[in-house]
């Protein structure tokens, strides 16, 4: 897959990060909310397994957004935003950010930040593992 720009997720890709996370999650056997945004950071693509919580949704489009708002994974922000922490609060900013895991950023071969994909629904392991699964899908290959 090729992006159309160094900094763009295409269609295709956010299709192939569906897919794979999608797989991911019927392995670990667990129902969940998969959201890819691009750099902007807007709504690419999403899938709602079928029985993955309601409430979720949002929590799996919030995690991506905040993936690539921050360009790191959620839980490291999770690590910083404890009390006494220098991102202490943030959850609050931006409309609302996800601080545990379960969003990971995409990059481009030259480490652009193109966009995150966010999952939930299971426990915050799962869900990382999953969007661990998406995000490896879209690195660039050889």
């Given at each position: 897959?090729?992006?159309?720009?160094?900094?763009?997720?295409?269609?295709?890709?956010?299709?192939?990060?569906?897919?794979?996370?999608?797989?991911?999650?019927g392995?670990l056997?667990?129902?969940?909310?998969?959201?890819?945004?691009?750099?902007?950071?807007?709504?690419?693509?999403?899938?709602?397994?079928?029985?993955?919580?309601?409430?979720?949704?949002?929590?799996?489009?919030?995690?991506?957004?905040?993936?690539?708002?921050?360009?790191?994974?959620?839980?490291?922000?999770?690590?910083?935003s404890?009390?006494?922490?220098?991102?202490?609060?943030?959850?609050?900013?931006?409309?609302?950010?996800?601080?545990?895991?379960?969003?990971?950023?995409?990059?481009?071969?030259?480490?652009?930040?193109?966009?995150?994909?966010?999952?939930?629904?299971?426990?915050?392991?799962?869900?990382?593992?999953?969007?661990?699964?998406?995000?490896?899908?879209?690195?660039?290959?050889?």
């Open positions: 897959m090729t992006h159309s720009s160094p900094a763009e997720l295409s269609l295709d890709l956010a299709t192939l990060i569906l897919k794979a996370a999608t797989e991911k999650a392995s056997g667990v129902q969940v909310n998969i959201a890819v945004v691009d750099a902007g950071p807007n709504l690419k693509g999403f899938i709602r397994m079928d029985e993955a919580l309601l409430g979720a949704i949002d929590v799996a489009l919030k995690k991506a957004r905040t993936a690539c708002l921050f360009e790191m994974e959620t839980g490291g922000i999770g690590d910083l404890q009390p006494g922490g220098p991102l202490y609060n943030i959850e609050h900013s931006n409309g609302g950010l996800i601080s545990f895991p379960g969003g990971v950023p995409l990059r481009s071969a030259d480490g652009a930040i193109v966009g995150a994909i966010g999952v939930s629904g299971s426990t915050v392991e799962m869900d990382r593992a999953v969007a661990l699964a998406g995000a490896a899908a879209s690195a660039p290959g050889p």
